[in-house]
DNA sequence: TTGAAAGCGCTAACAT
DNA sequence: ATGTTAGCGCTTTCAA
């Protein structure tokens, strides 16, 4: 109630103060095998009386393992990534484990040194980085283990990876449209060498079958709000009567655009998104998309980390199927 | 080229290998003082082949310190937090310095365990709790320091504090709606336990002076867009030609319902938020709100904290002014 | 300039 | 059941 200490207790201090050796403290702070009840009474009377908590870093130190892991990533102001940050920080920390963030900043180059530098501070990491050479990750893996991939693959290695289907919430998507009766559809591409960008357009050009099943018309665009706003124009231009944005960024320019053009959504035009941001559900109309789940994508990674970090070798790939959510933006074509 | 080193190498094999004392190898690692060419060219050699790298932990141990420190929010899905999160993290670690974050979840009760446990594994928080009641923080603050407050002051404290002056934002708000002509204002309040709530609203009772300046009438709302949604009918009703939201979020409600119900924004009635999240700017019309800048929070609080991290007791008590953001959903009232 | 030795605070055999 | 001892891997006096 009222005895301020300063500078922290140590172990011997309270070994000393309750009349007993350091292990004996050590054994009652762990909880530890059978201490007498009247020497652990002696001990953890002590110890609040000094106010003592073992110090992590001399346990870390001592036992091998720092009860931290580190999540890596290129750009935390990507929505994608705050939430998987959120919910791998949630489940890490239900199992007594502190997360560590590391931020490239897109400095790709940067990436490989963070990594490294990162995993030497804690137990694993889970490792978001989309743009590391296949190759380099590979020869980095045995220094980085354990850990678990986010949104990439290895294959041949026994790292656990986590991915989104795009291909699948593409189809979805498509699915909807159609029965929407859409049979022209454009596509506001998103970034060249973006891998997601790849997989959503390759799933595109499957399910149309050479304009078979509907006719695809795409437009080099980008990732960015503003990048779906400029594209508005063109859009209309092609007479499609649906737009599949790269994401819901794009998608929400796109709204924008044509509202500004005096287009109505979805009565002249249907659009959808893709990732299902916390915002798109806000915008008007409300945005049908396909929700990535990244509170499992975090959860899992844990999961899988925990299972690692207990020695369980977790290999595993696993592929997310989007949910597809279906909101105001789309509607029947008239 | 070839040779791929597990189990990681120790300060000692490094000596050992390249004939030398650990001390030699300690000094040669950290570039300390002067030692023989030679011998130093020894060592990094020895280092590279076997790939070392000193332990972060054993350094921290015989170091005291840890090269790390903490941010602790009550939720990191706050759109506010996340970009306090990402410039701290840059700018600490620009400074060599990496970020453990530790999410309270919104529970109170577990947040004063959870900082004291993530501050003993680390040299210095940033602590962002607006929830602890004063007395327990002010109790804390021995076993926290060296830390930094966000959004708190501690008066009587020799704890630095960055705080968001919303006086002066709602001041500036109040201004431009008043340049445009309004005189009467709905205010849909938020959270009646906020501070930052009490701040606004006491604002702009002070500003409208008892109505000679401006006729305030105060909507009790919330926090979410779905709260200002909701309160879309309840506005018009009042017959005010100006809102002033709570925050952005609640802004886009308003926004939103107010589109539903075929009002336009901002040539029936303006609308203001506060905040401005990164989607103020994309939301149809605009949003006209007040910038709190969370990049300058999170840069100054590394500043400060690397300050104190340095024994220079960096002391001090800063109100941000958020900049005014006139966007396109406000409007002269006609 | 370099090395020997002590110590950071804890845990874990191994004895007793 | 408890204490003794030897580390965990590093830094840093203190001597030489």
């Given at each position: 109630m009222s005895g301020r200490t300063r500078s922290t207790a140590t172990i011997s201090?309270?070994?000393?103060?309750?009349?007993?050796?350091?292990?004996?403290?050590?054994r009652v702070m762990n909880g530890r095998s059978t201490v007498a009840p009247e020497l652990a009474a002696r001990v953890l009377a002590a110890a609040e009386a000094l106010d003592y908590a073992p110090s992590?870093?001399?346990?870390?130190?001592?036992?091998?393992?720092t009860?931290?892991?580190a999540l890596i990533v290129p750009d935390l102001s990507n929505p994608m990534f705050q939430d998987v940050l959120r919910s791998l920080s949630l489940a890490a920390g239900e199992d007594g484990h502190r997360l560590l963030i590391a931020e490239s900043n897109e400095h790709?180059?940067?990436?490989?040194?963070?990594?490294?530098?990162?995993r030497r501070r804690c137990d694993g990491i889970v490792l978001a980085s989309p743009r590391l050479p296949t190759e380099d990750l590979r020869r980095l893996v045995p220094q980085l283990a354990p850990m678990v991939l986010i949104n990439r693959k290895l294959p041949g290695s026994d790292v656990p990876s986590l991915s989104v289907d795009h291909g699948a919430g593409i189809s979805d998507l498509v699915s909807h449209l159609l029965s929407l009766g859409h049979r022209k559809i454009?596509?506001?591409a998103g970034p060249p060498v973006a891998m997601s960008n790849v997989e959503r357009l390759t799933a595109l050009r499957r399910?149309?079958?050479?304009?078979?099943?509907?006719?695809?018309?795409?437009?080099?665009?980008?990732?960015?709000?503003?990048?779906?706003?400029?594209?508005?124009?063109?859009v209309m231009s092609t007479g499609a009567t649906a737009v599949v944005a790269y994401n819901d960024m794009v998608a929400f320019g796109a709204l924008s655009g044509l509202h500004e053009l005096g287009v109505?959504?979805?009565?002249?035009?249907?659009?959808?998104?893709?990732?299902?941001?916390?915002?798109?559900?806000?915008?008007?109309?409300?945005?049908?998309?396909?929700?990535?789940?990244?509170?499992?994508?975090?959860?899992?990674?844990?999961?899988?980390?925990?299972?690692?970090?207990?020695?369980?070798s977790s290999t595993q790939e696993t592929d997310f199927r989007p949910r597809l959510l279906v909101r105001g933006s789309t509607g029947r074509t008239t």
């Open positions: 201090r309270v070994a000393e103060a309750a009349g007993v050796s350091r292990a004996t403290v050590s992590p870093v001399a346990r870390s130190l001592a036992l091998g393992r009860a931290t892991i790709v180059e940067d990436e490989e040194i963070l990594a490294i530098e990162a454009v596509y506001l399910l149309s079958d050479n304009g078979r099943q509907f006719e695809l018309i795409q437009l080099a665009c980008g990732a960015m709000f503003d990048n779906g706003h400029a594209a508005a124009g063109e109505s959504v979805p009565d002249q035009i249907s659009v959808t998104g893709f990732d299902d941001i916390p915002f798109a559900r806000f915008t008007t109309p409300p945005l049908t998309t396909a929700a990535v789940p990244t509170g499992t994508l975090g959860r899992q990674a844990w999961e899988h980390l925990r299972e690692q970090l207990q020695g369980h």
